[in-house]
């Protein structure tokens, strides 16, 4: 399954709530996907393997496909930023 | 999972009077510690996480600030609904370099994974709506502001 991973400063309150939305905007879009929750400390560590990652905080940035997960907070943008996740998920397949 | 009761009429806040965000956490911390909801690693944790990772959201109509700490600083959790006196500058979450305006402030106490995901989901729904966040700016006591807060839409999208 393909895994993406989402990032804030603790892996508890944001990021959560960005996975839980990213997961229901890709099942939307007809995509099971495993879909992570972590801190940005251990981003490092979680995102070895990972399709795609979500950023909520600007900081490093990592070789694999990045979206704007401020995007799927405030749901502005939303529907696109999910469009072209689900998008390069199914590419993968 | 946490209700609506987890928003608190005793820790809502009307005109709050601060220059900075750590202002802000020093006034709500005295109140948090009071009511026991908090413990002493509070204020110093908040502090630091919001220079580090800051919680201004750059919602629409308006930014709205929702900060939290570590789940250990948490002895009830708490949604504590606060307007500012006049907005101050608040780092913006997606880039900490950025400032946003911010005048409403919801303090976020948690302490259980998971448990607060829905909450939090029917916040930023509420957060985009414009009609609800203008309720915001026209309450003038505290009741009117819980009560405005309090009639929120509890769903999301």
């Known amino acids: 399954m393909a895994r993406v991973i989402c990032a804030c400063g603790s892996g508890v309150a944001t990021s959560q ?4 939305k990213v997961t229901r905007m890709l099942k939307d879009r007809g995509v ?4 992570e929750a972590v801190d940005i400390k251990s981003l490092r560590h979680y995102i070895n393997g990972a399709d795609a990652y979500v950023s909520i905080v ?8 990045t979206f704007d997960g401020i995007k799927f907070l405030t749901g502005v943008g939303a529907d696109q ?5 689900a998008e390069l998920l199914k590419s993968l397949k | 999972m946490l209700g609506k009761e987890t928003i608190k009429r005793d820790l809502t806040v009307v005109d709050l009077e601060a220059g900075s965000c750590d202002e802000v956490f020093e006034k709500m ?6 009511k026991g909801f908090v413990n002493e690693k509070y204020l110093p944790t908040i502090c630091e996480r919001e220079h580090k990772y800051p919680t201004a959201l750059p919602v629409e109509p308006d930014p709205i600030a929702i900060p939290h700490t570590e789940a250990d600083a948490i002895i009830t959790p708490f949604i504590a ?29 948690f302490n259980e994974p998971g ?8 916040l930023m729904h509420n957060f985009s709506r414009p009609e609800w966040v203008k ?22 999208d």
Do not use: C
């Open chain 1, 17 to 20: 709530l960005v996975a839980s």
């Open chain 1, 58 to 65: 600007k900081g490093e940035s990592f070789d694999i496909p």
């Open chain 2, 115 to 122: 448990a607060h995901i829905e909450l939090l989901q029917i």
């Open chain 2, 135 to 156: 309720s915001l700016y026209q309450a003038e006591t505290e009741d009117e502001y819980y009560d405005a807060v309090m009639a929120m839409e509890w769903t999301h």
């Open chain 1, 81 to 85: 930023e999910a469009d072209k996740l």
């Open chain 2, 81 to 109: 609904p606060v307007r500012l006196k006049s907005t101050i500058p608040w780092g913006d979450m997606s880039d900490p370099n950025h400032k946003l305006d911010v005048k409403l402030v919801f303090l976020l106490g």
């Open chain 1, 32 to 35: 099971d996907a495993d879909v």
């Open chain 2, 29 to 34: 911390n005295h109140v948090f510690l009071e």
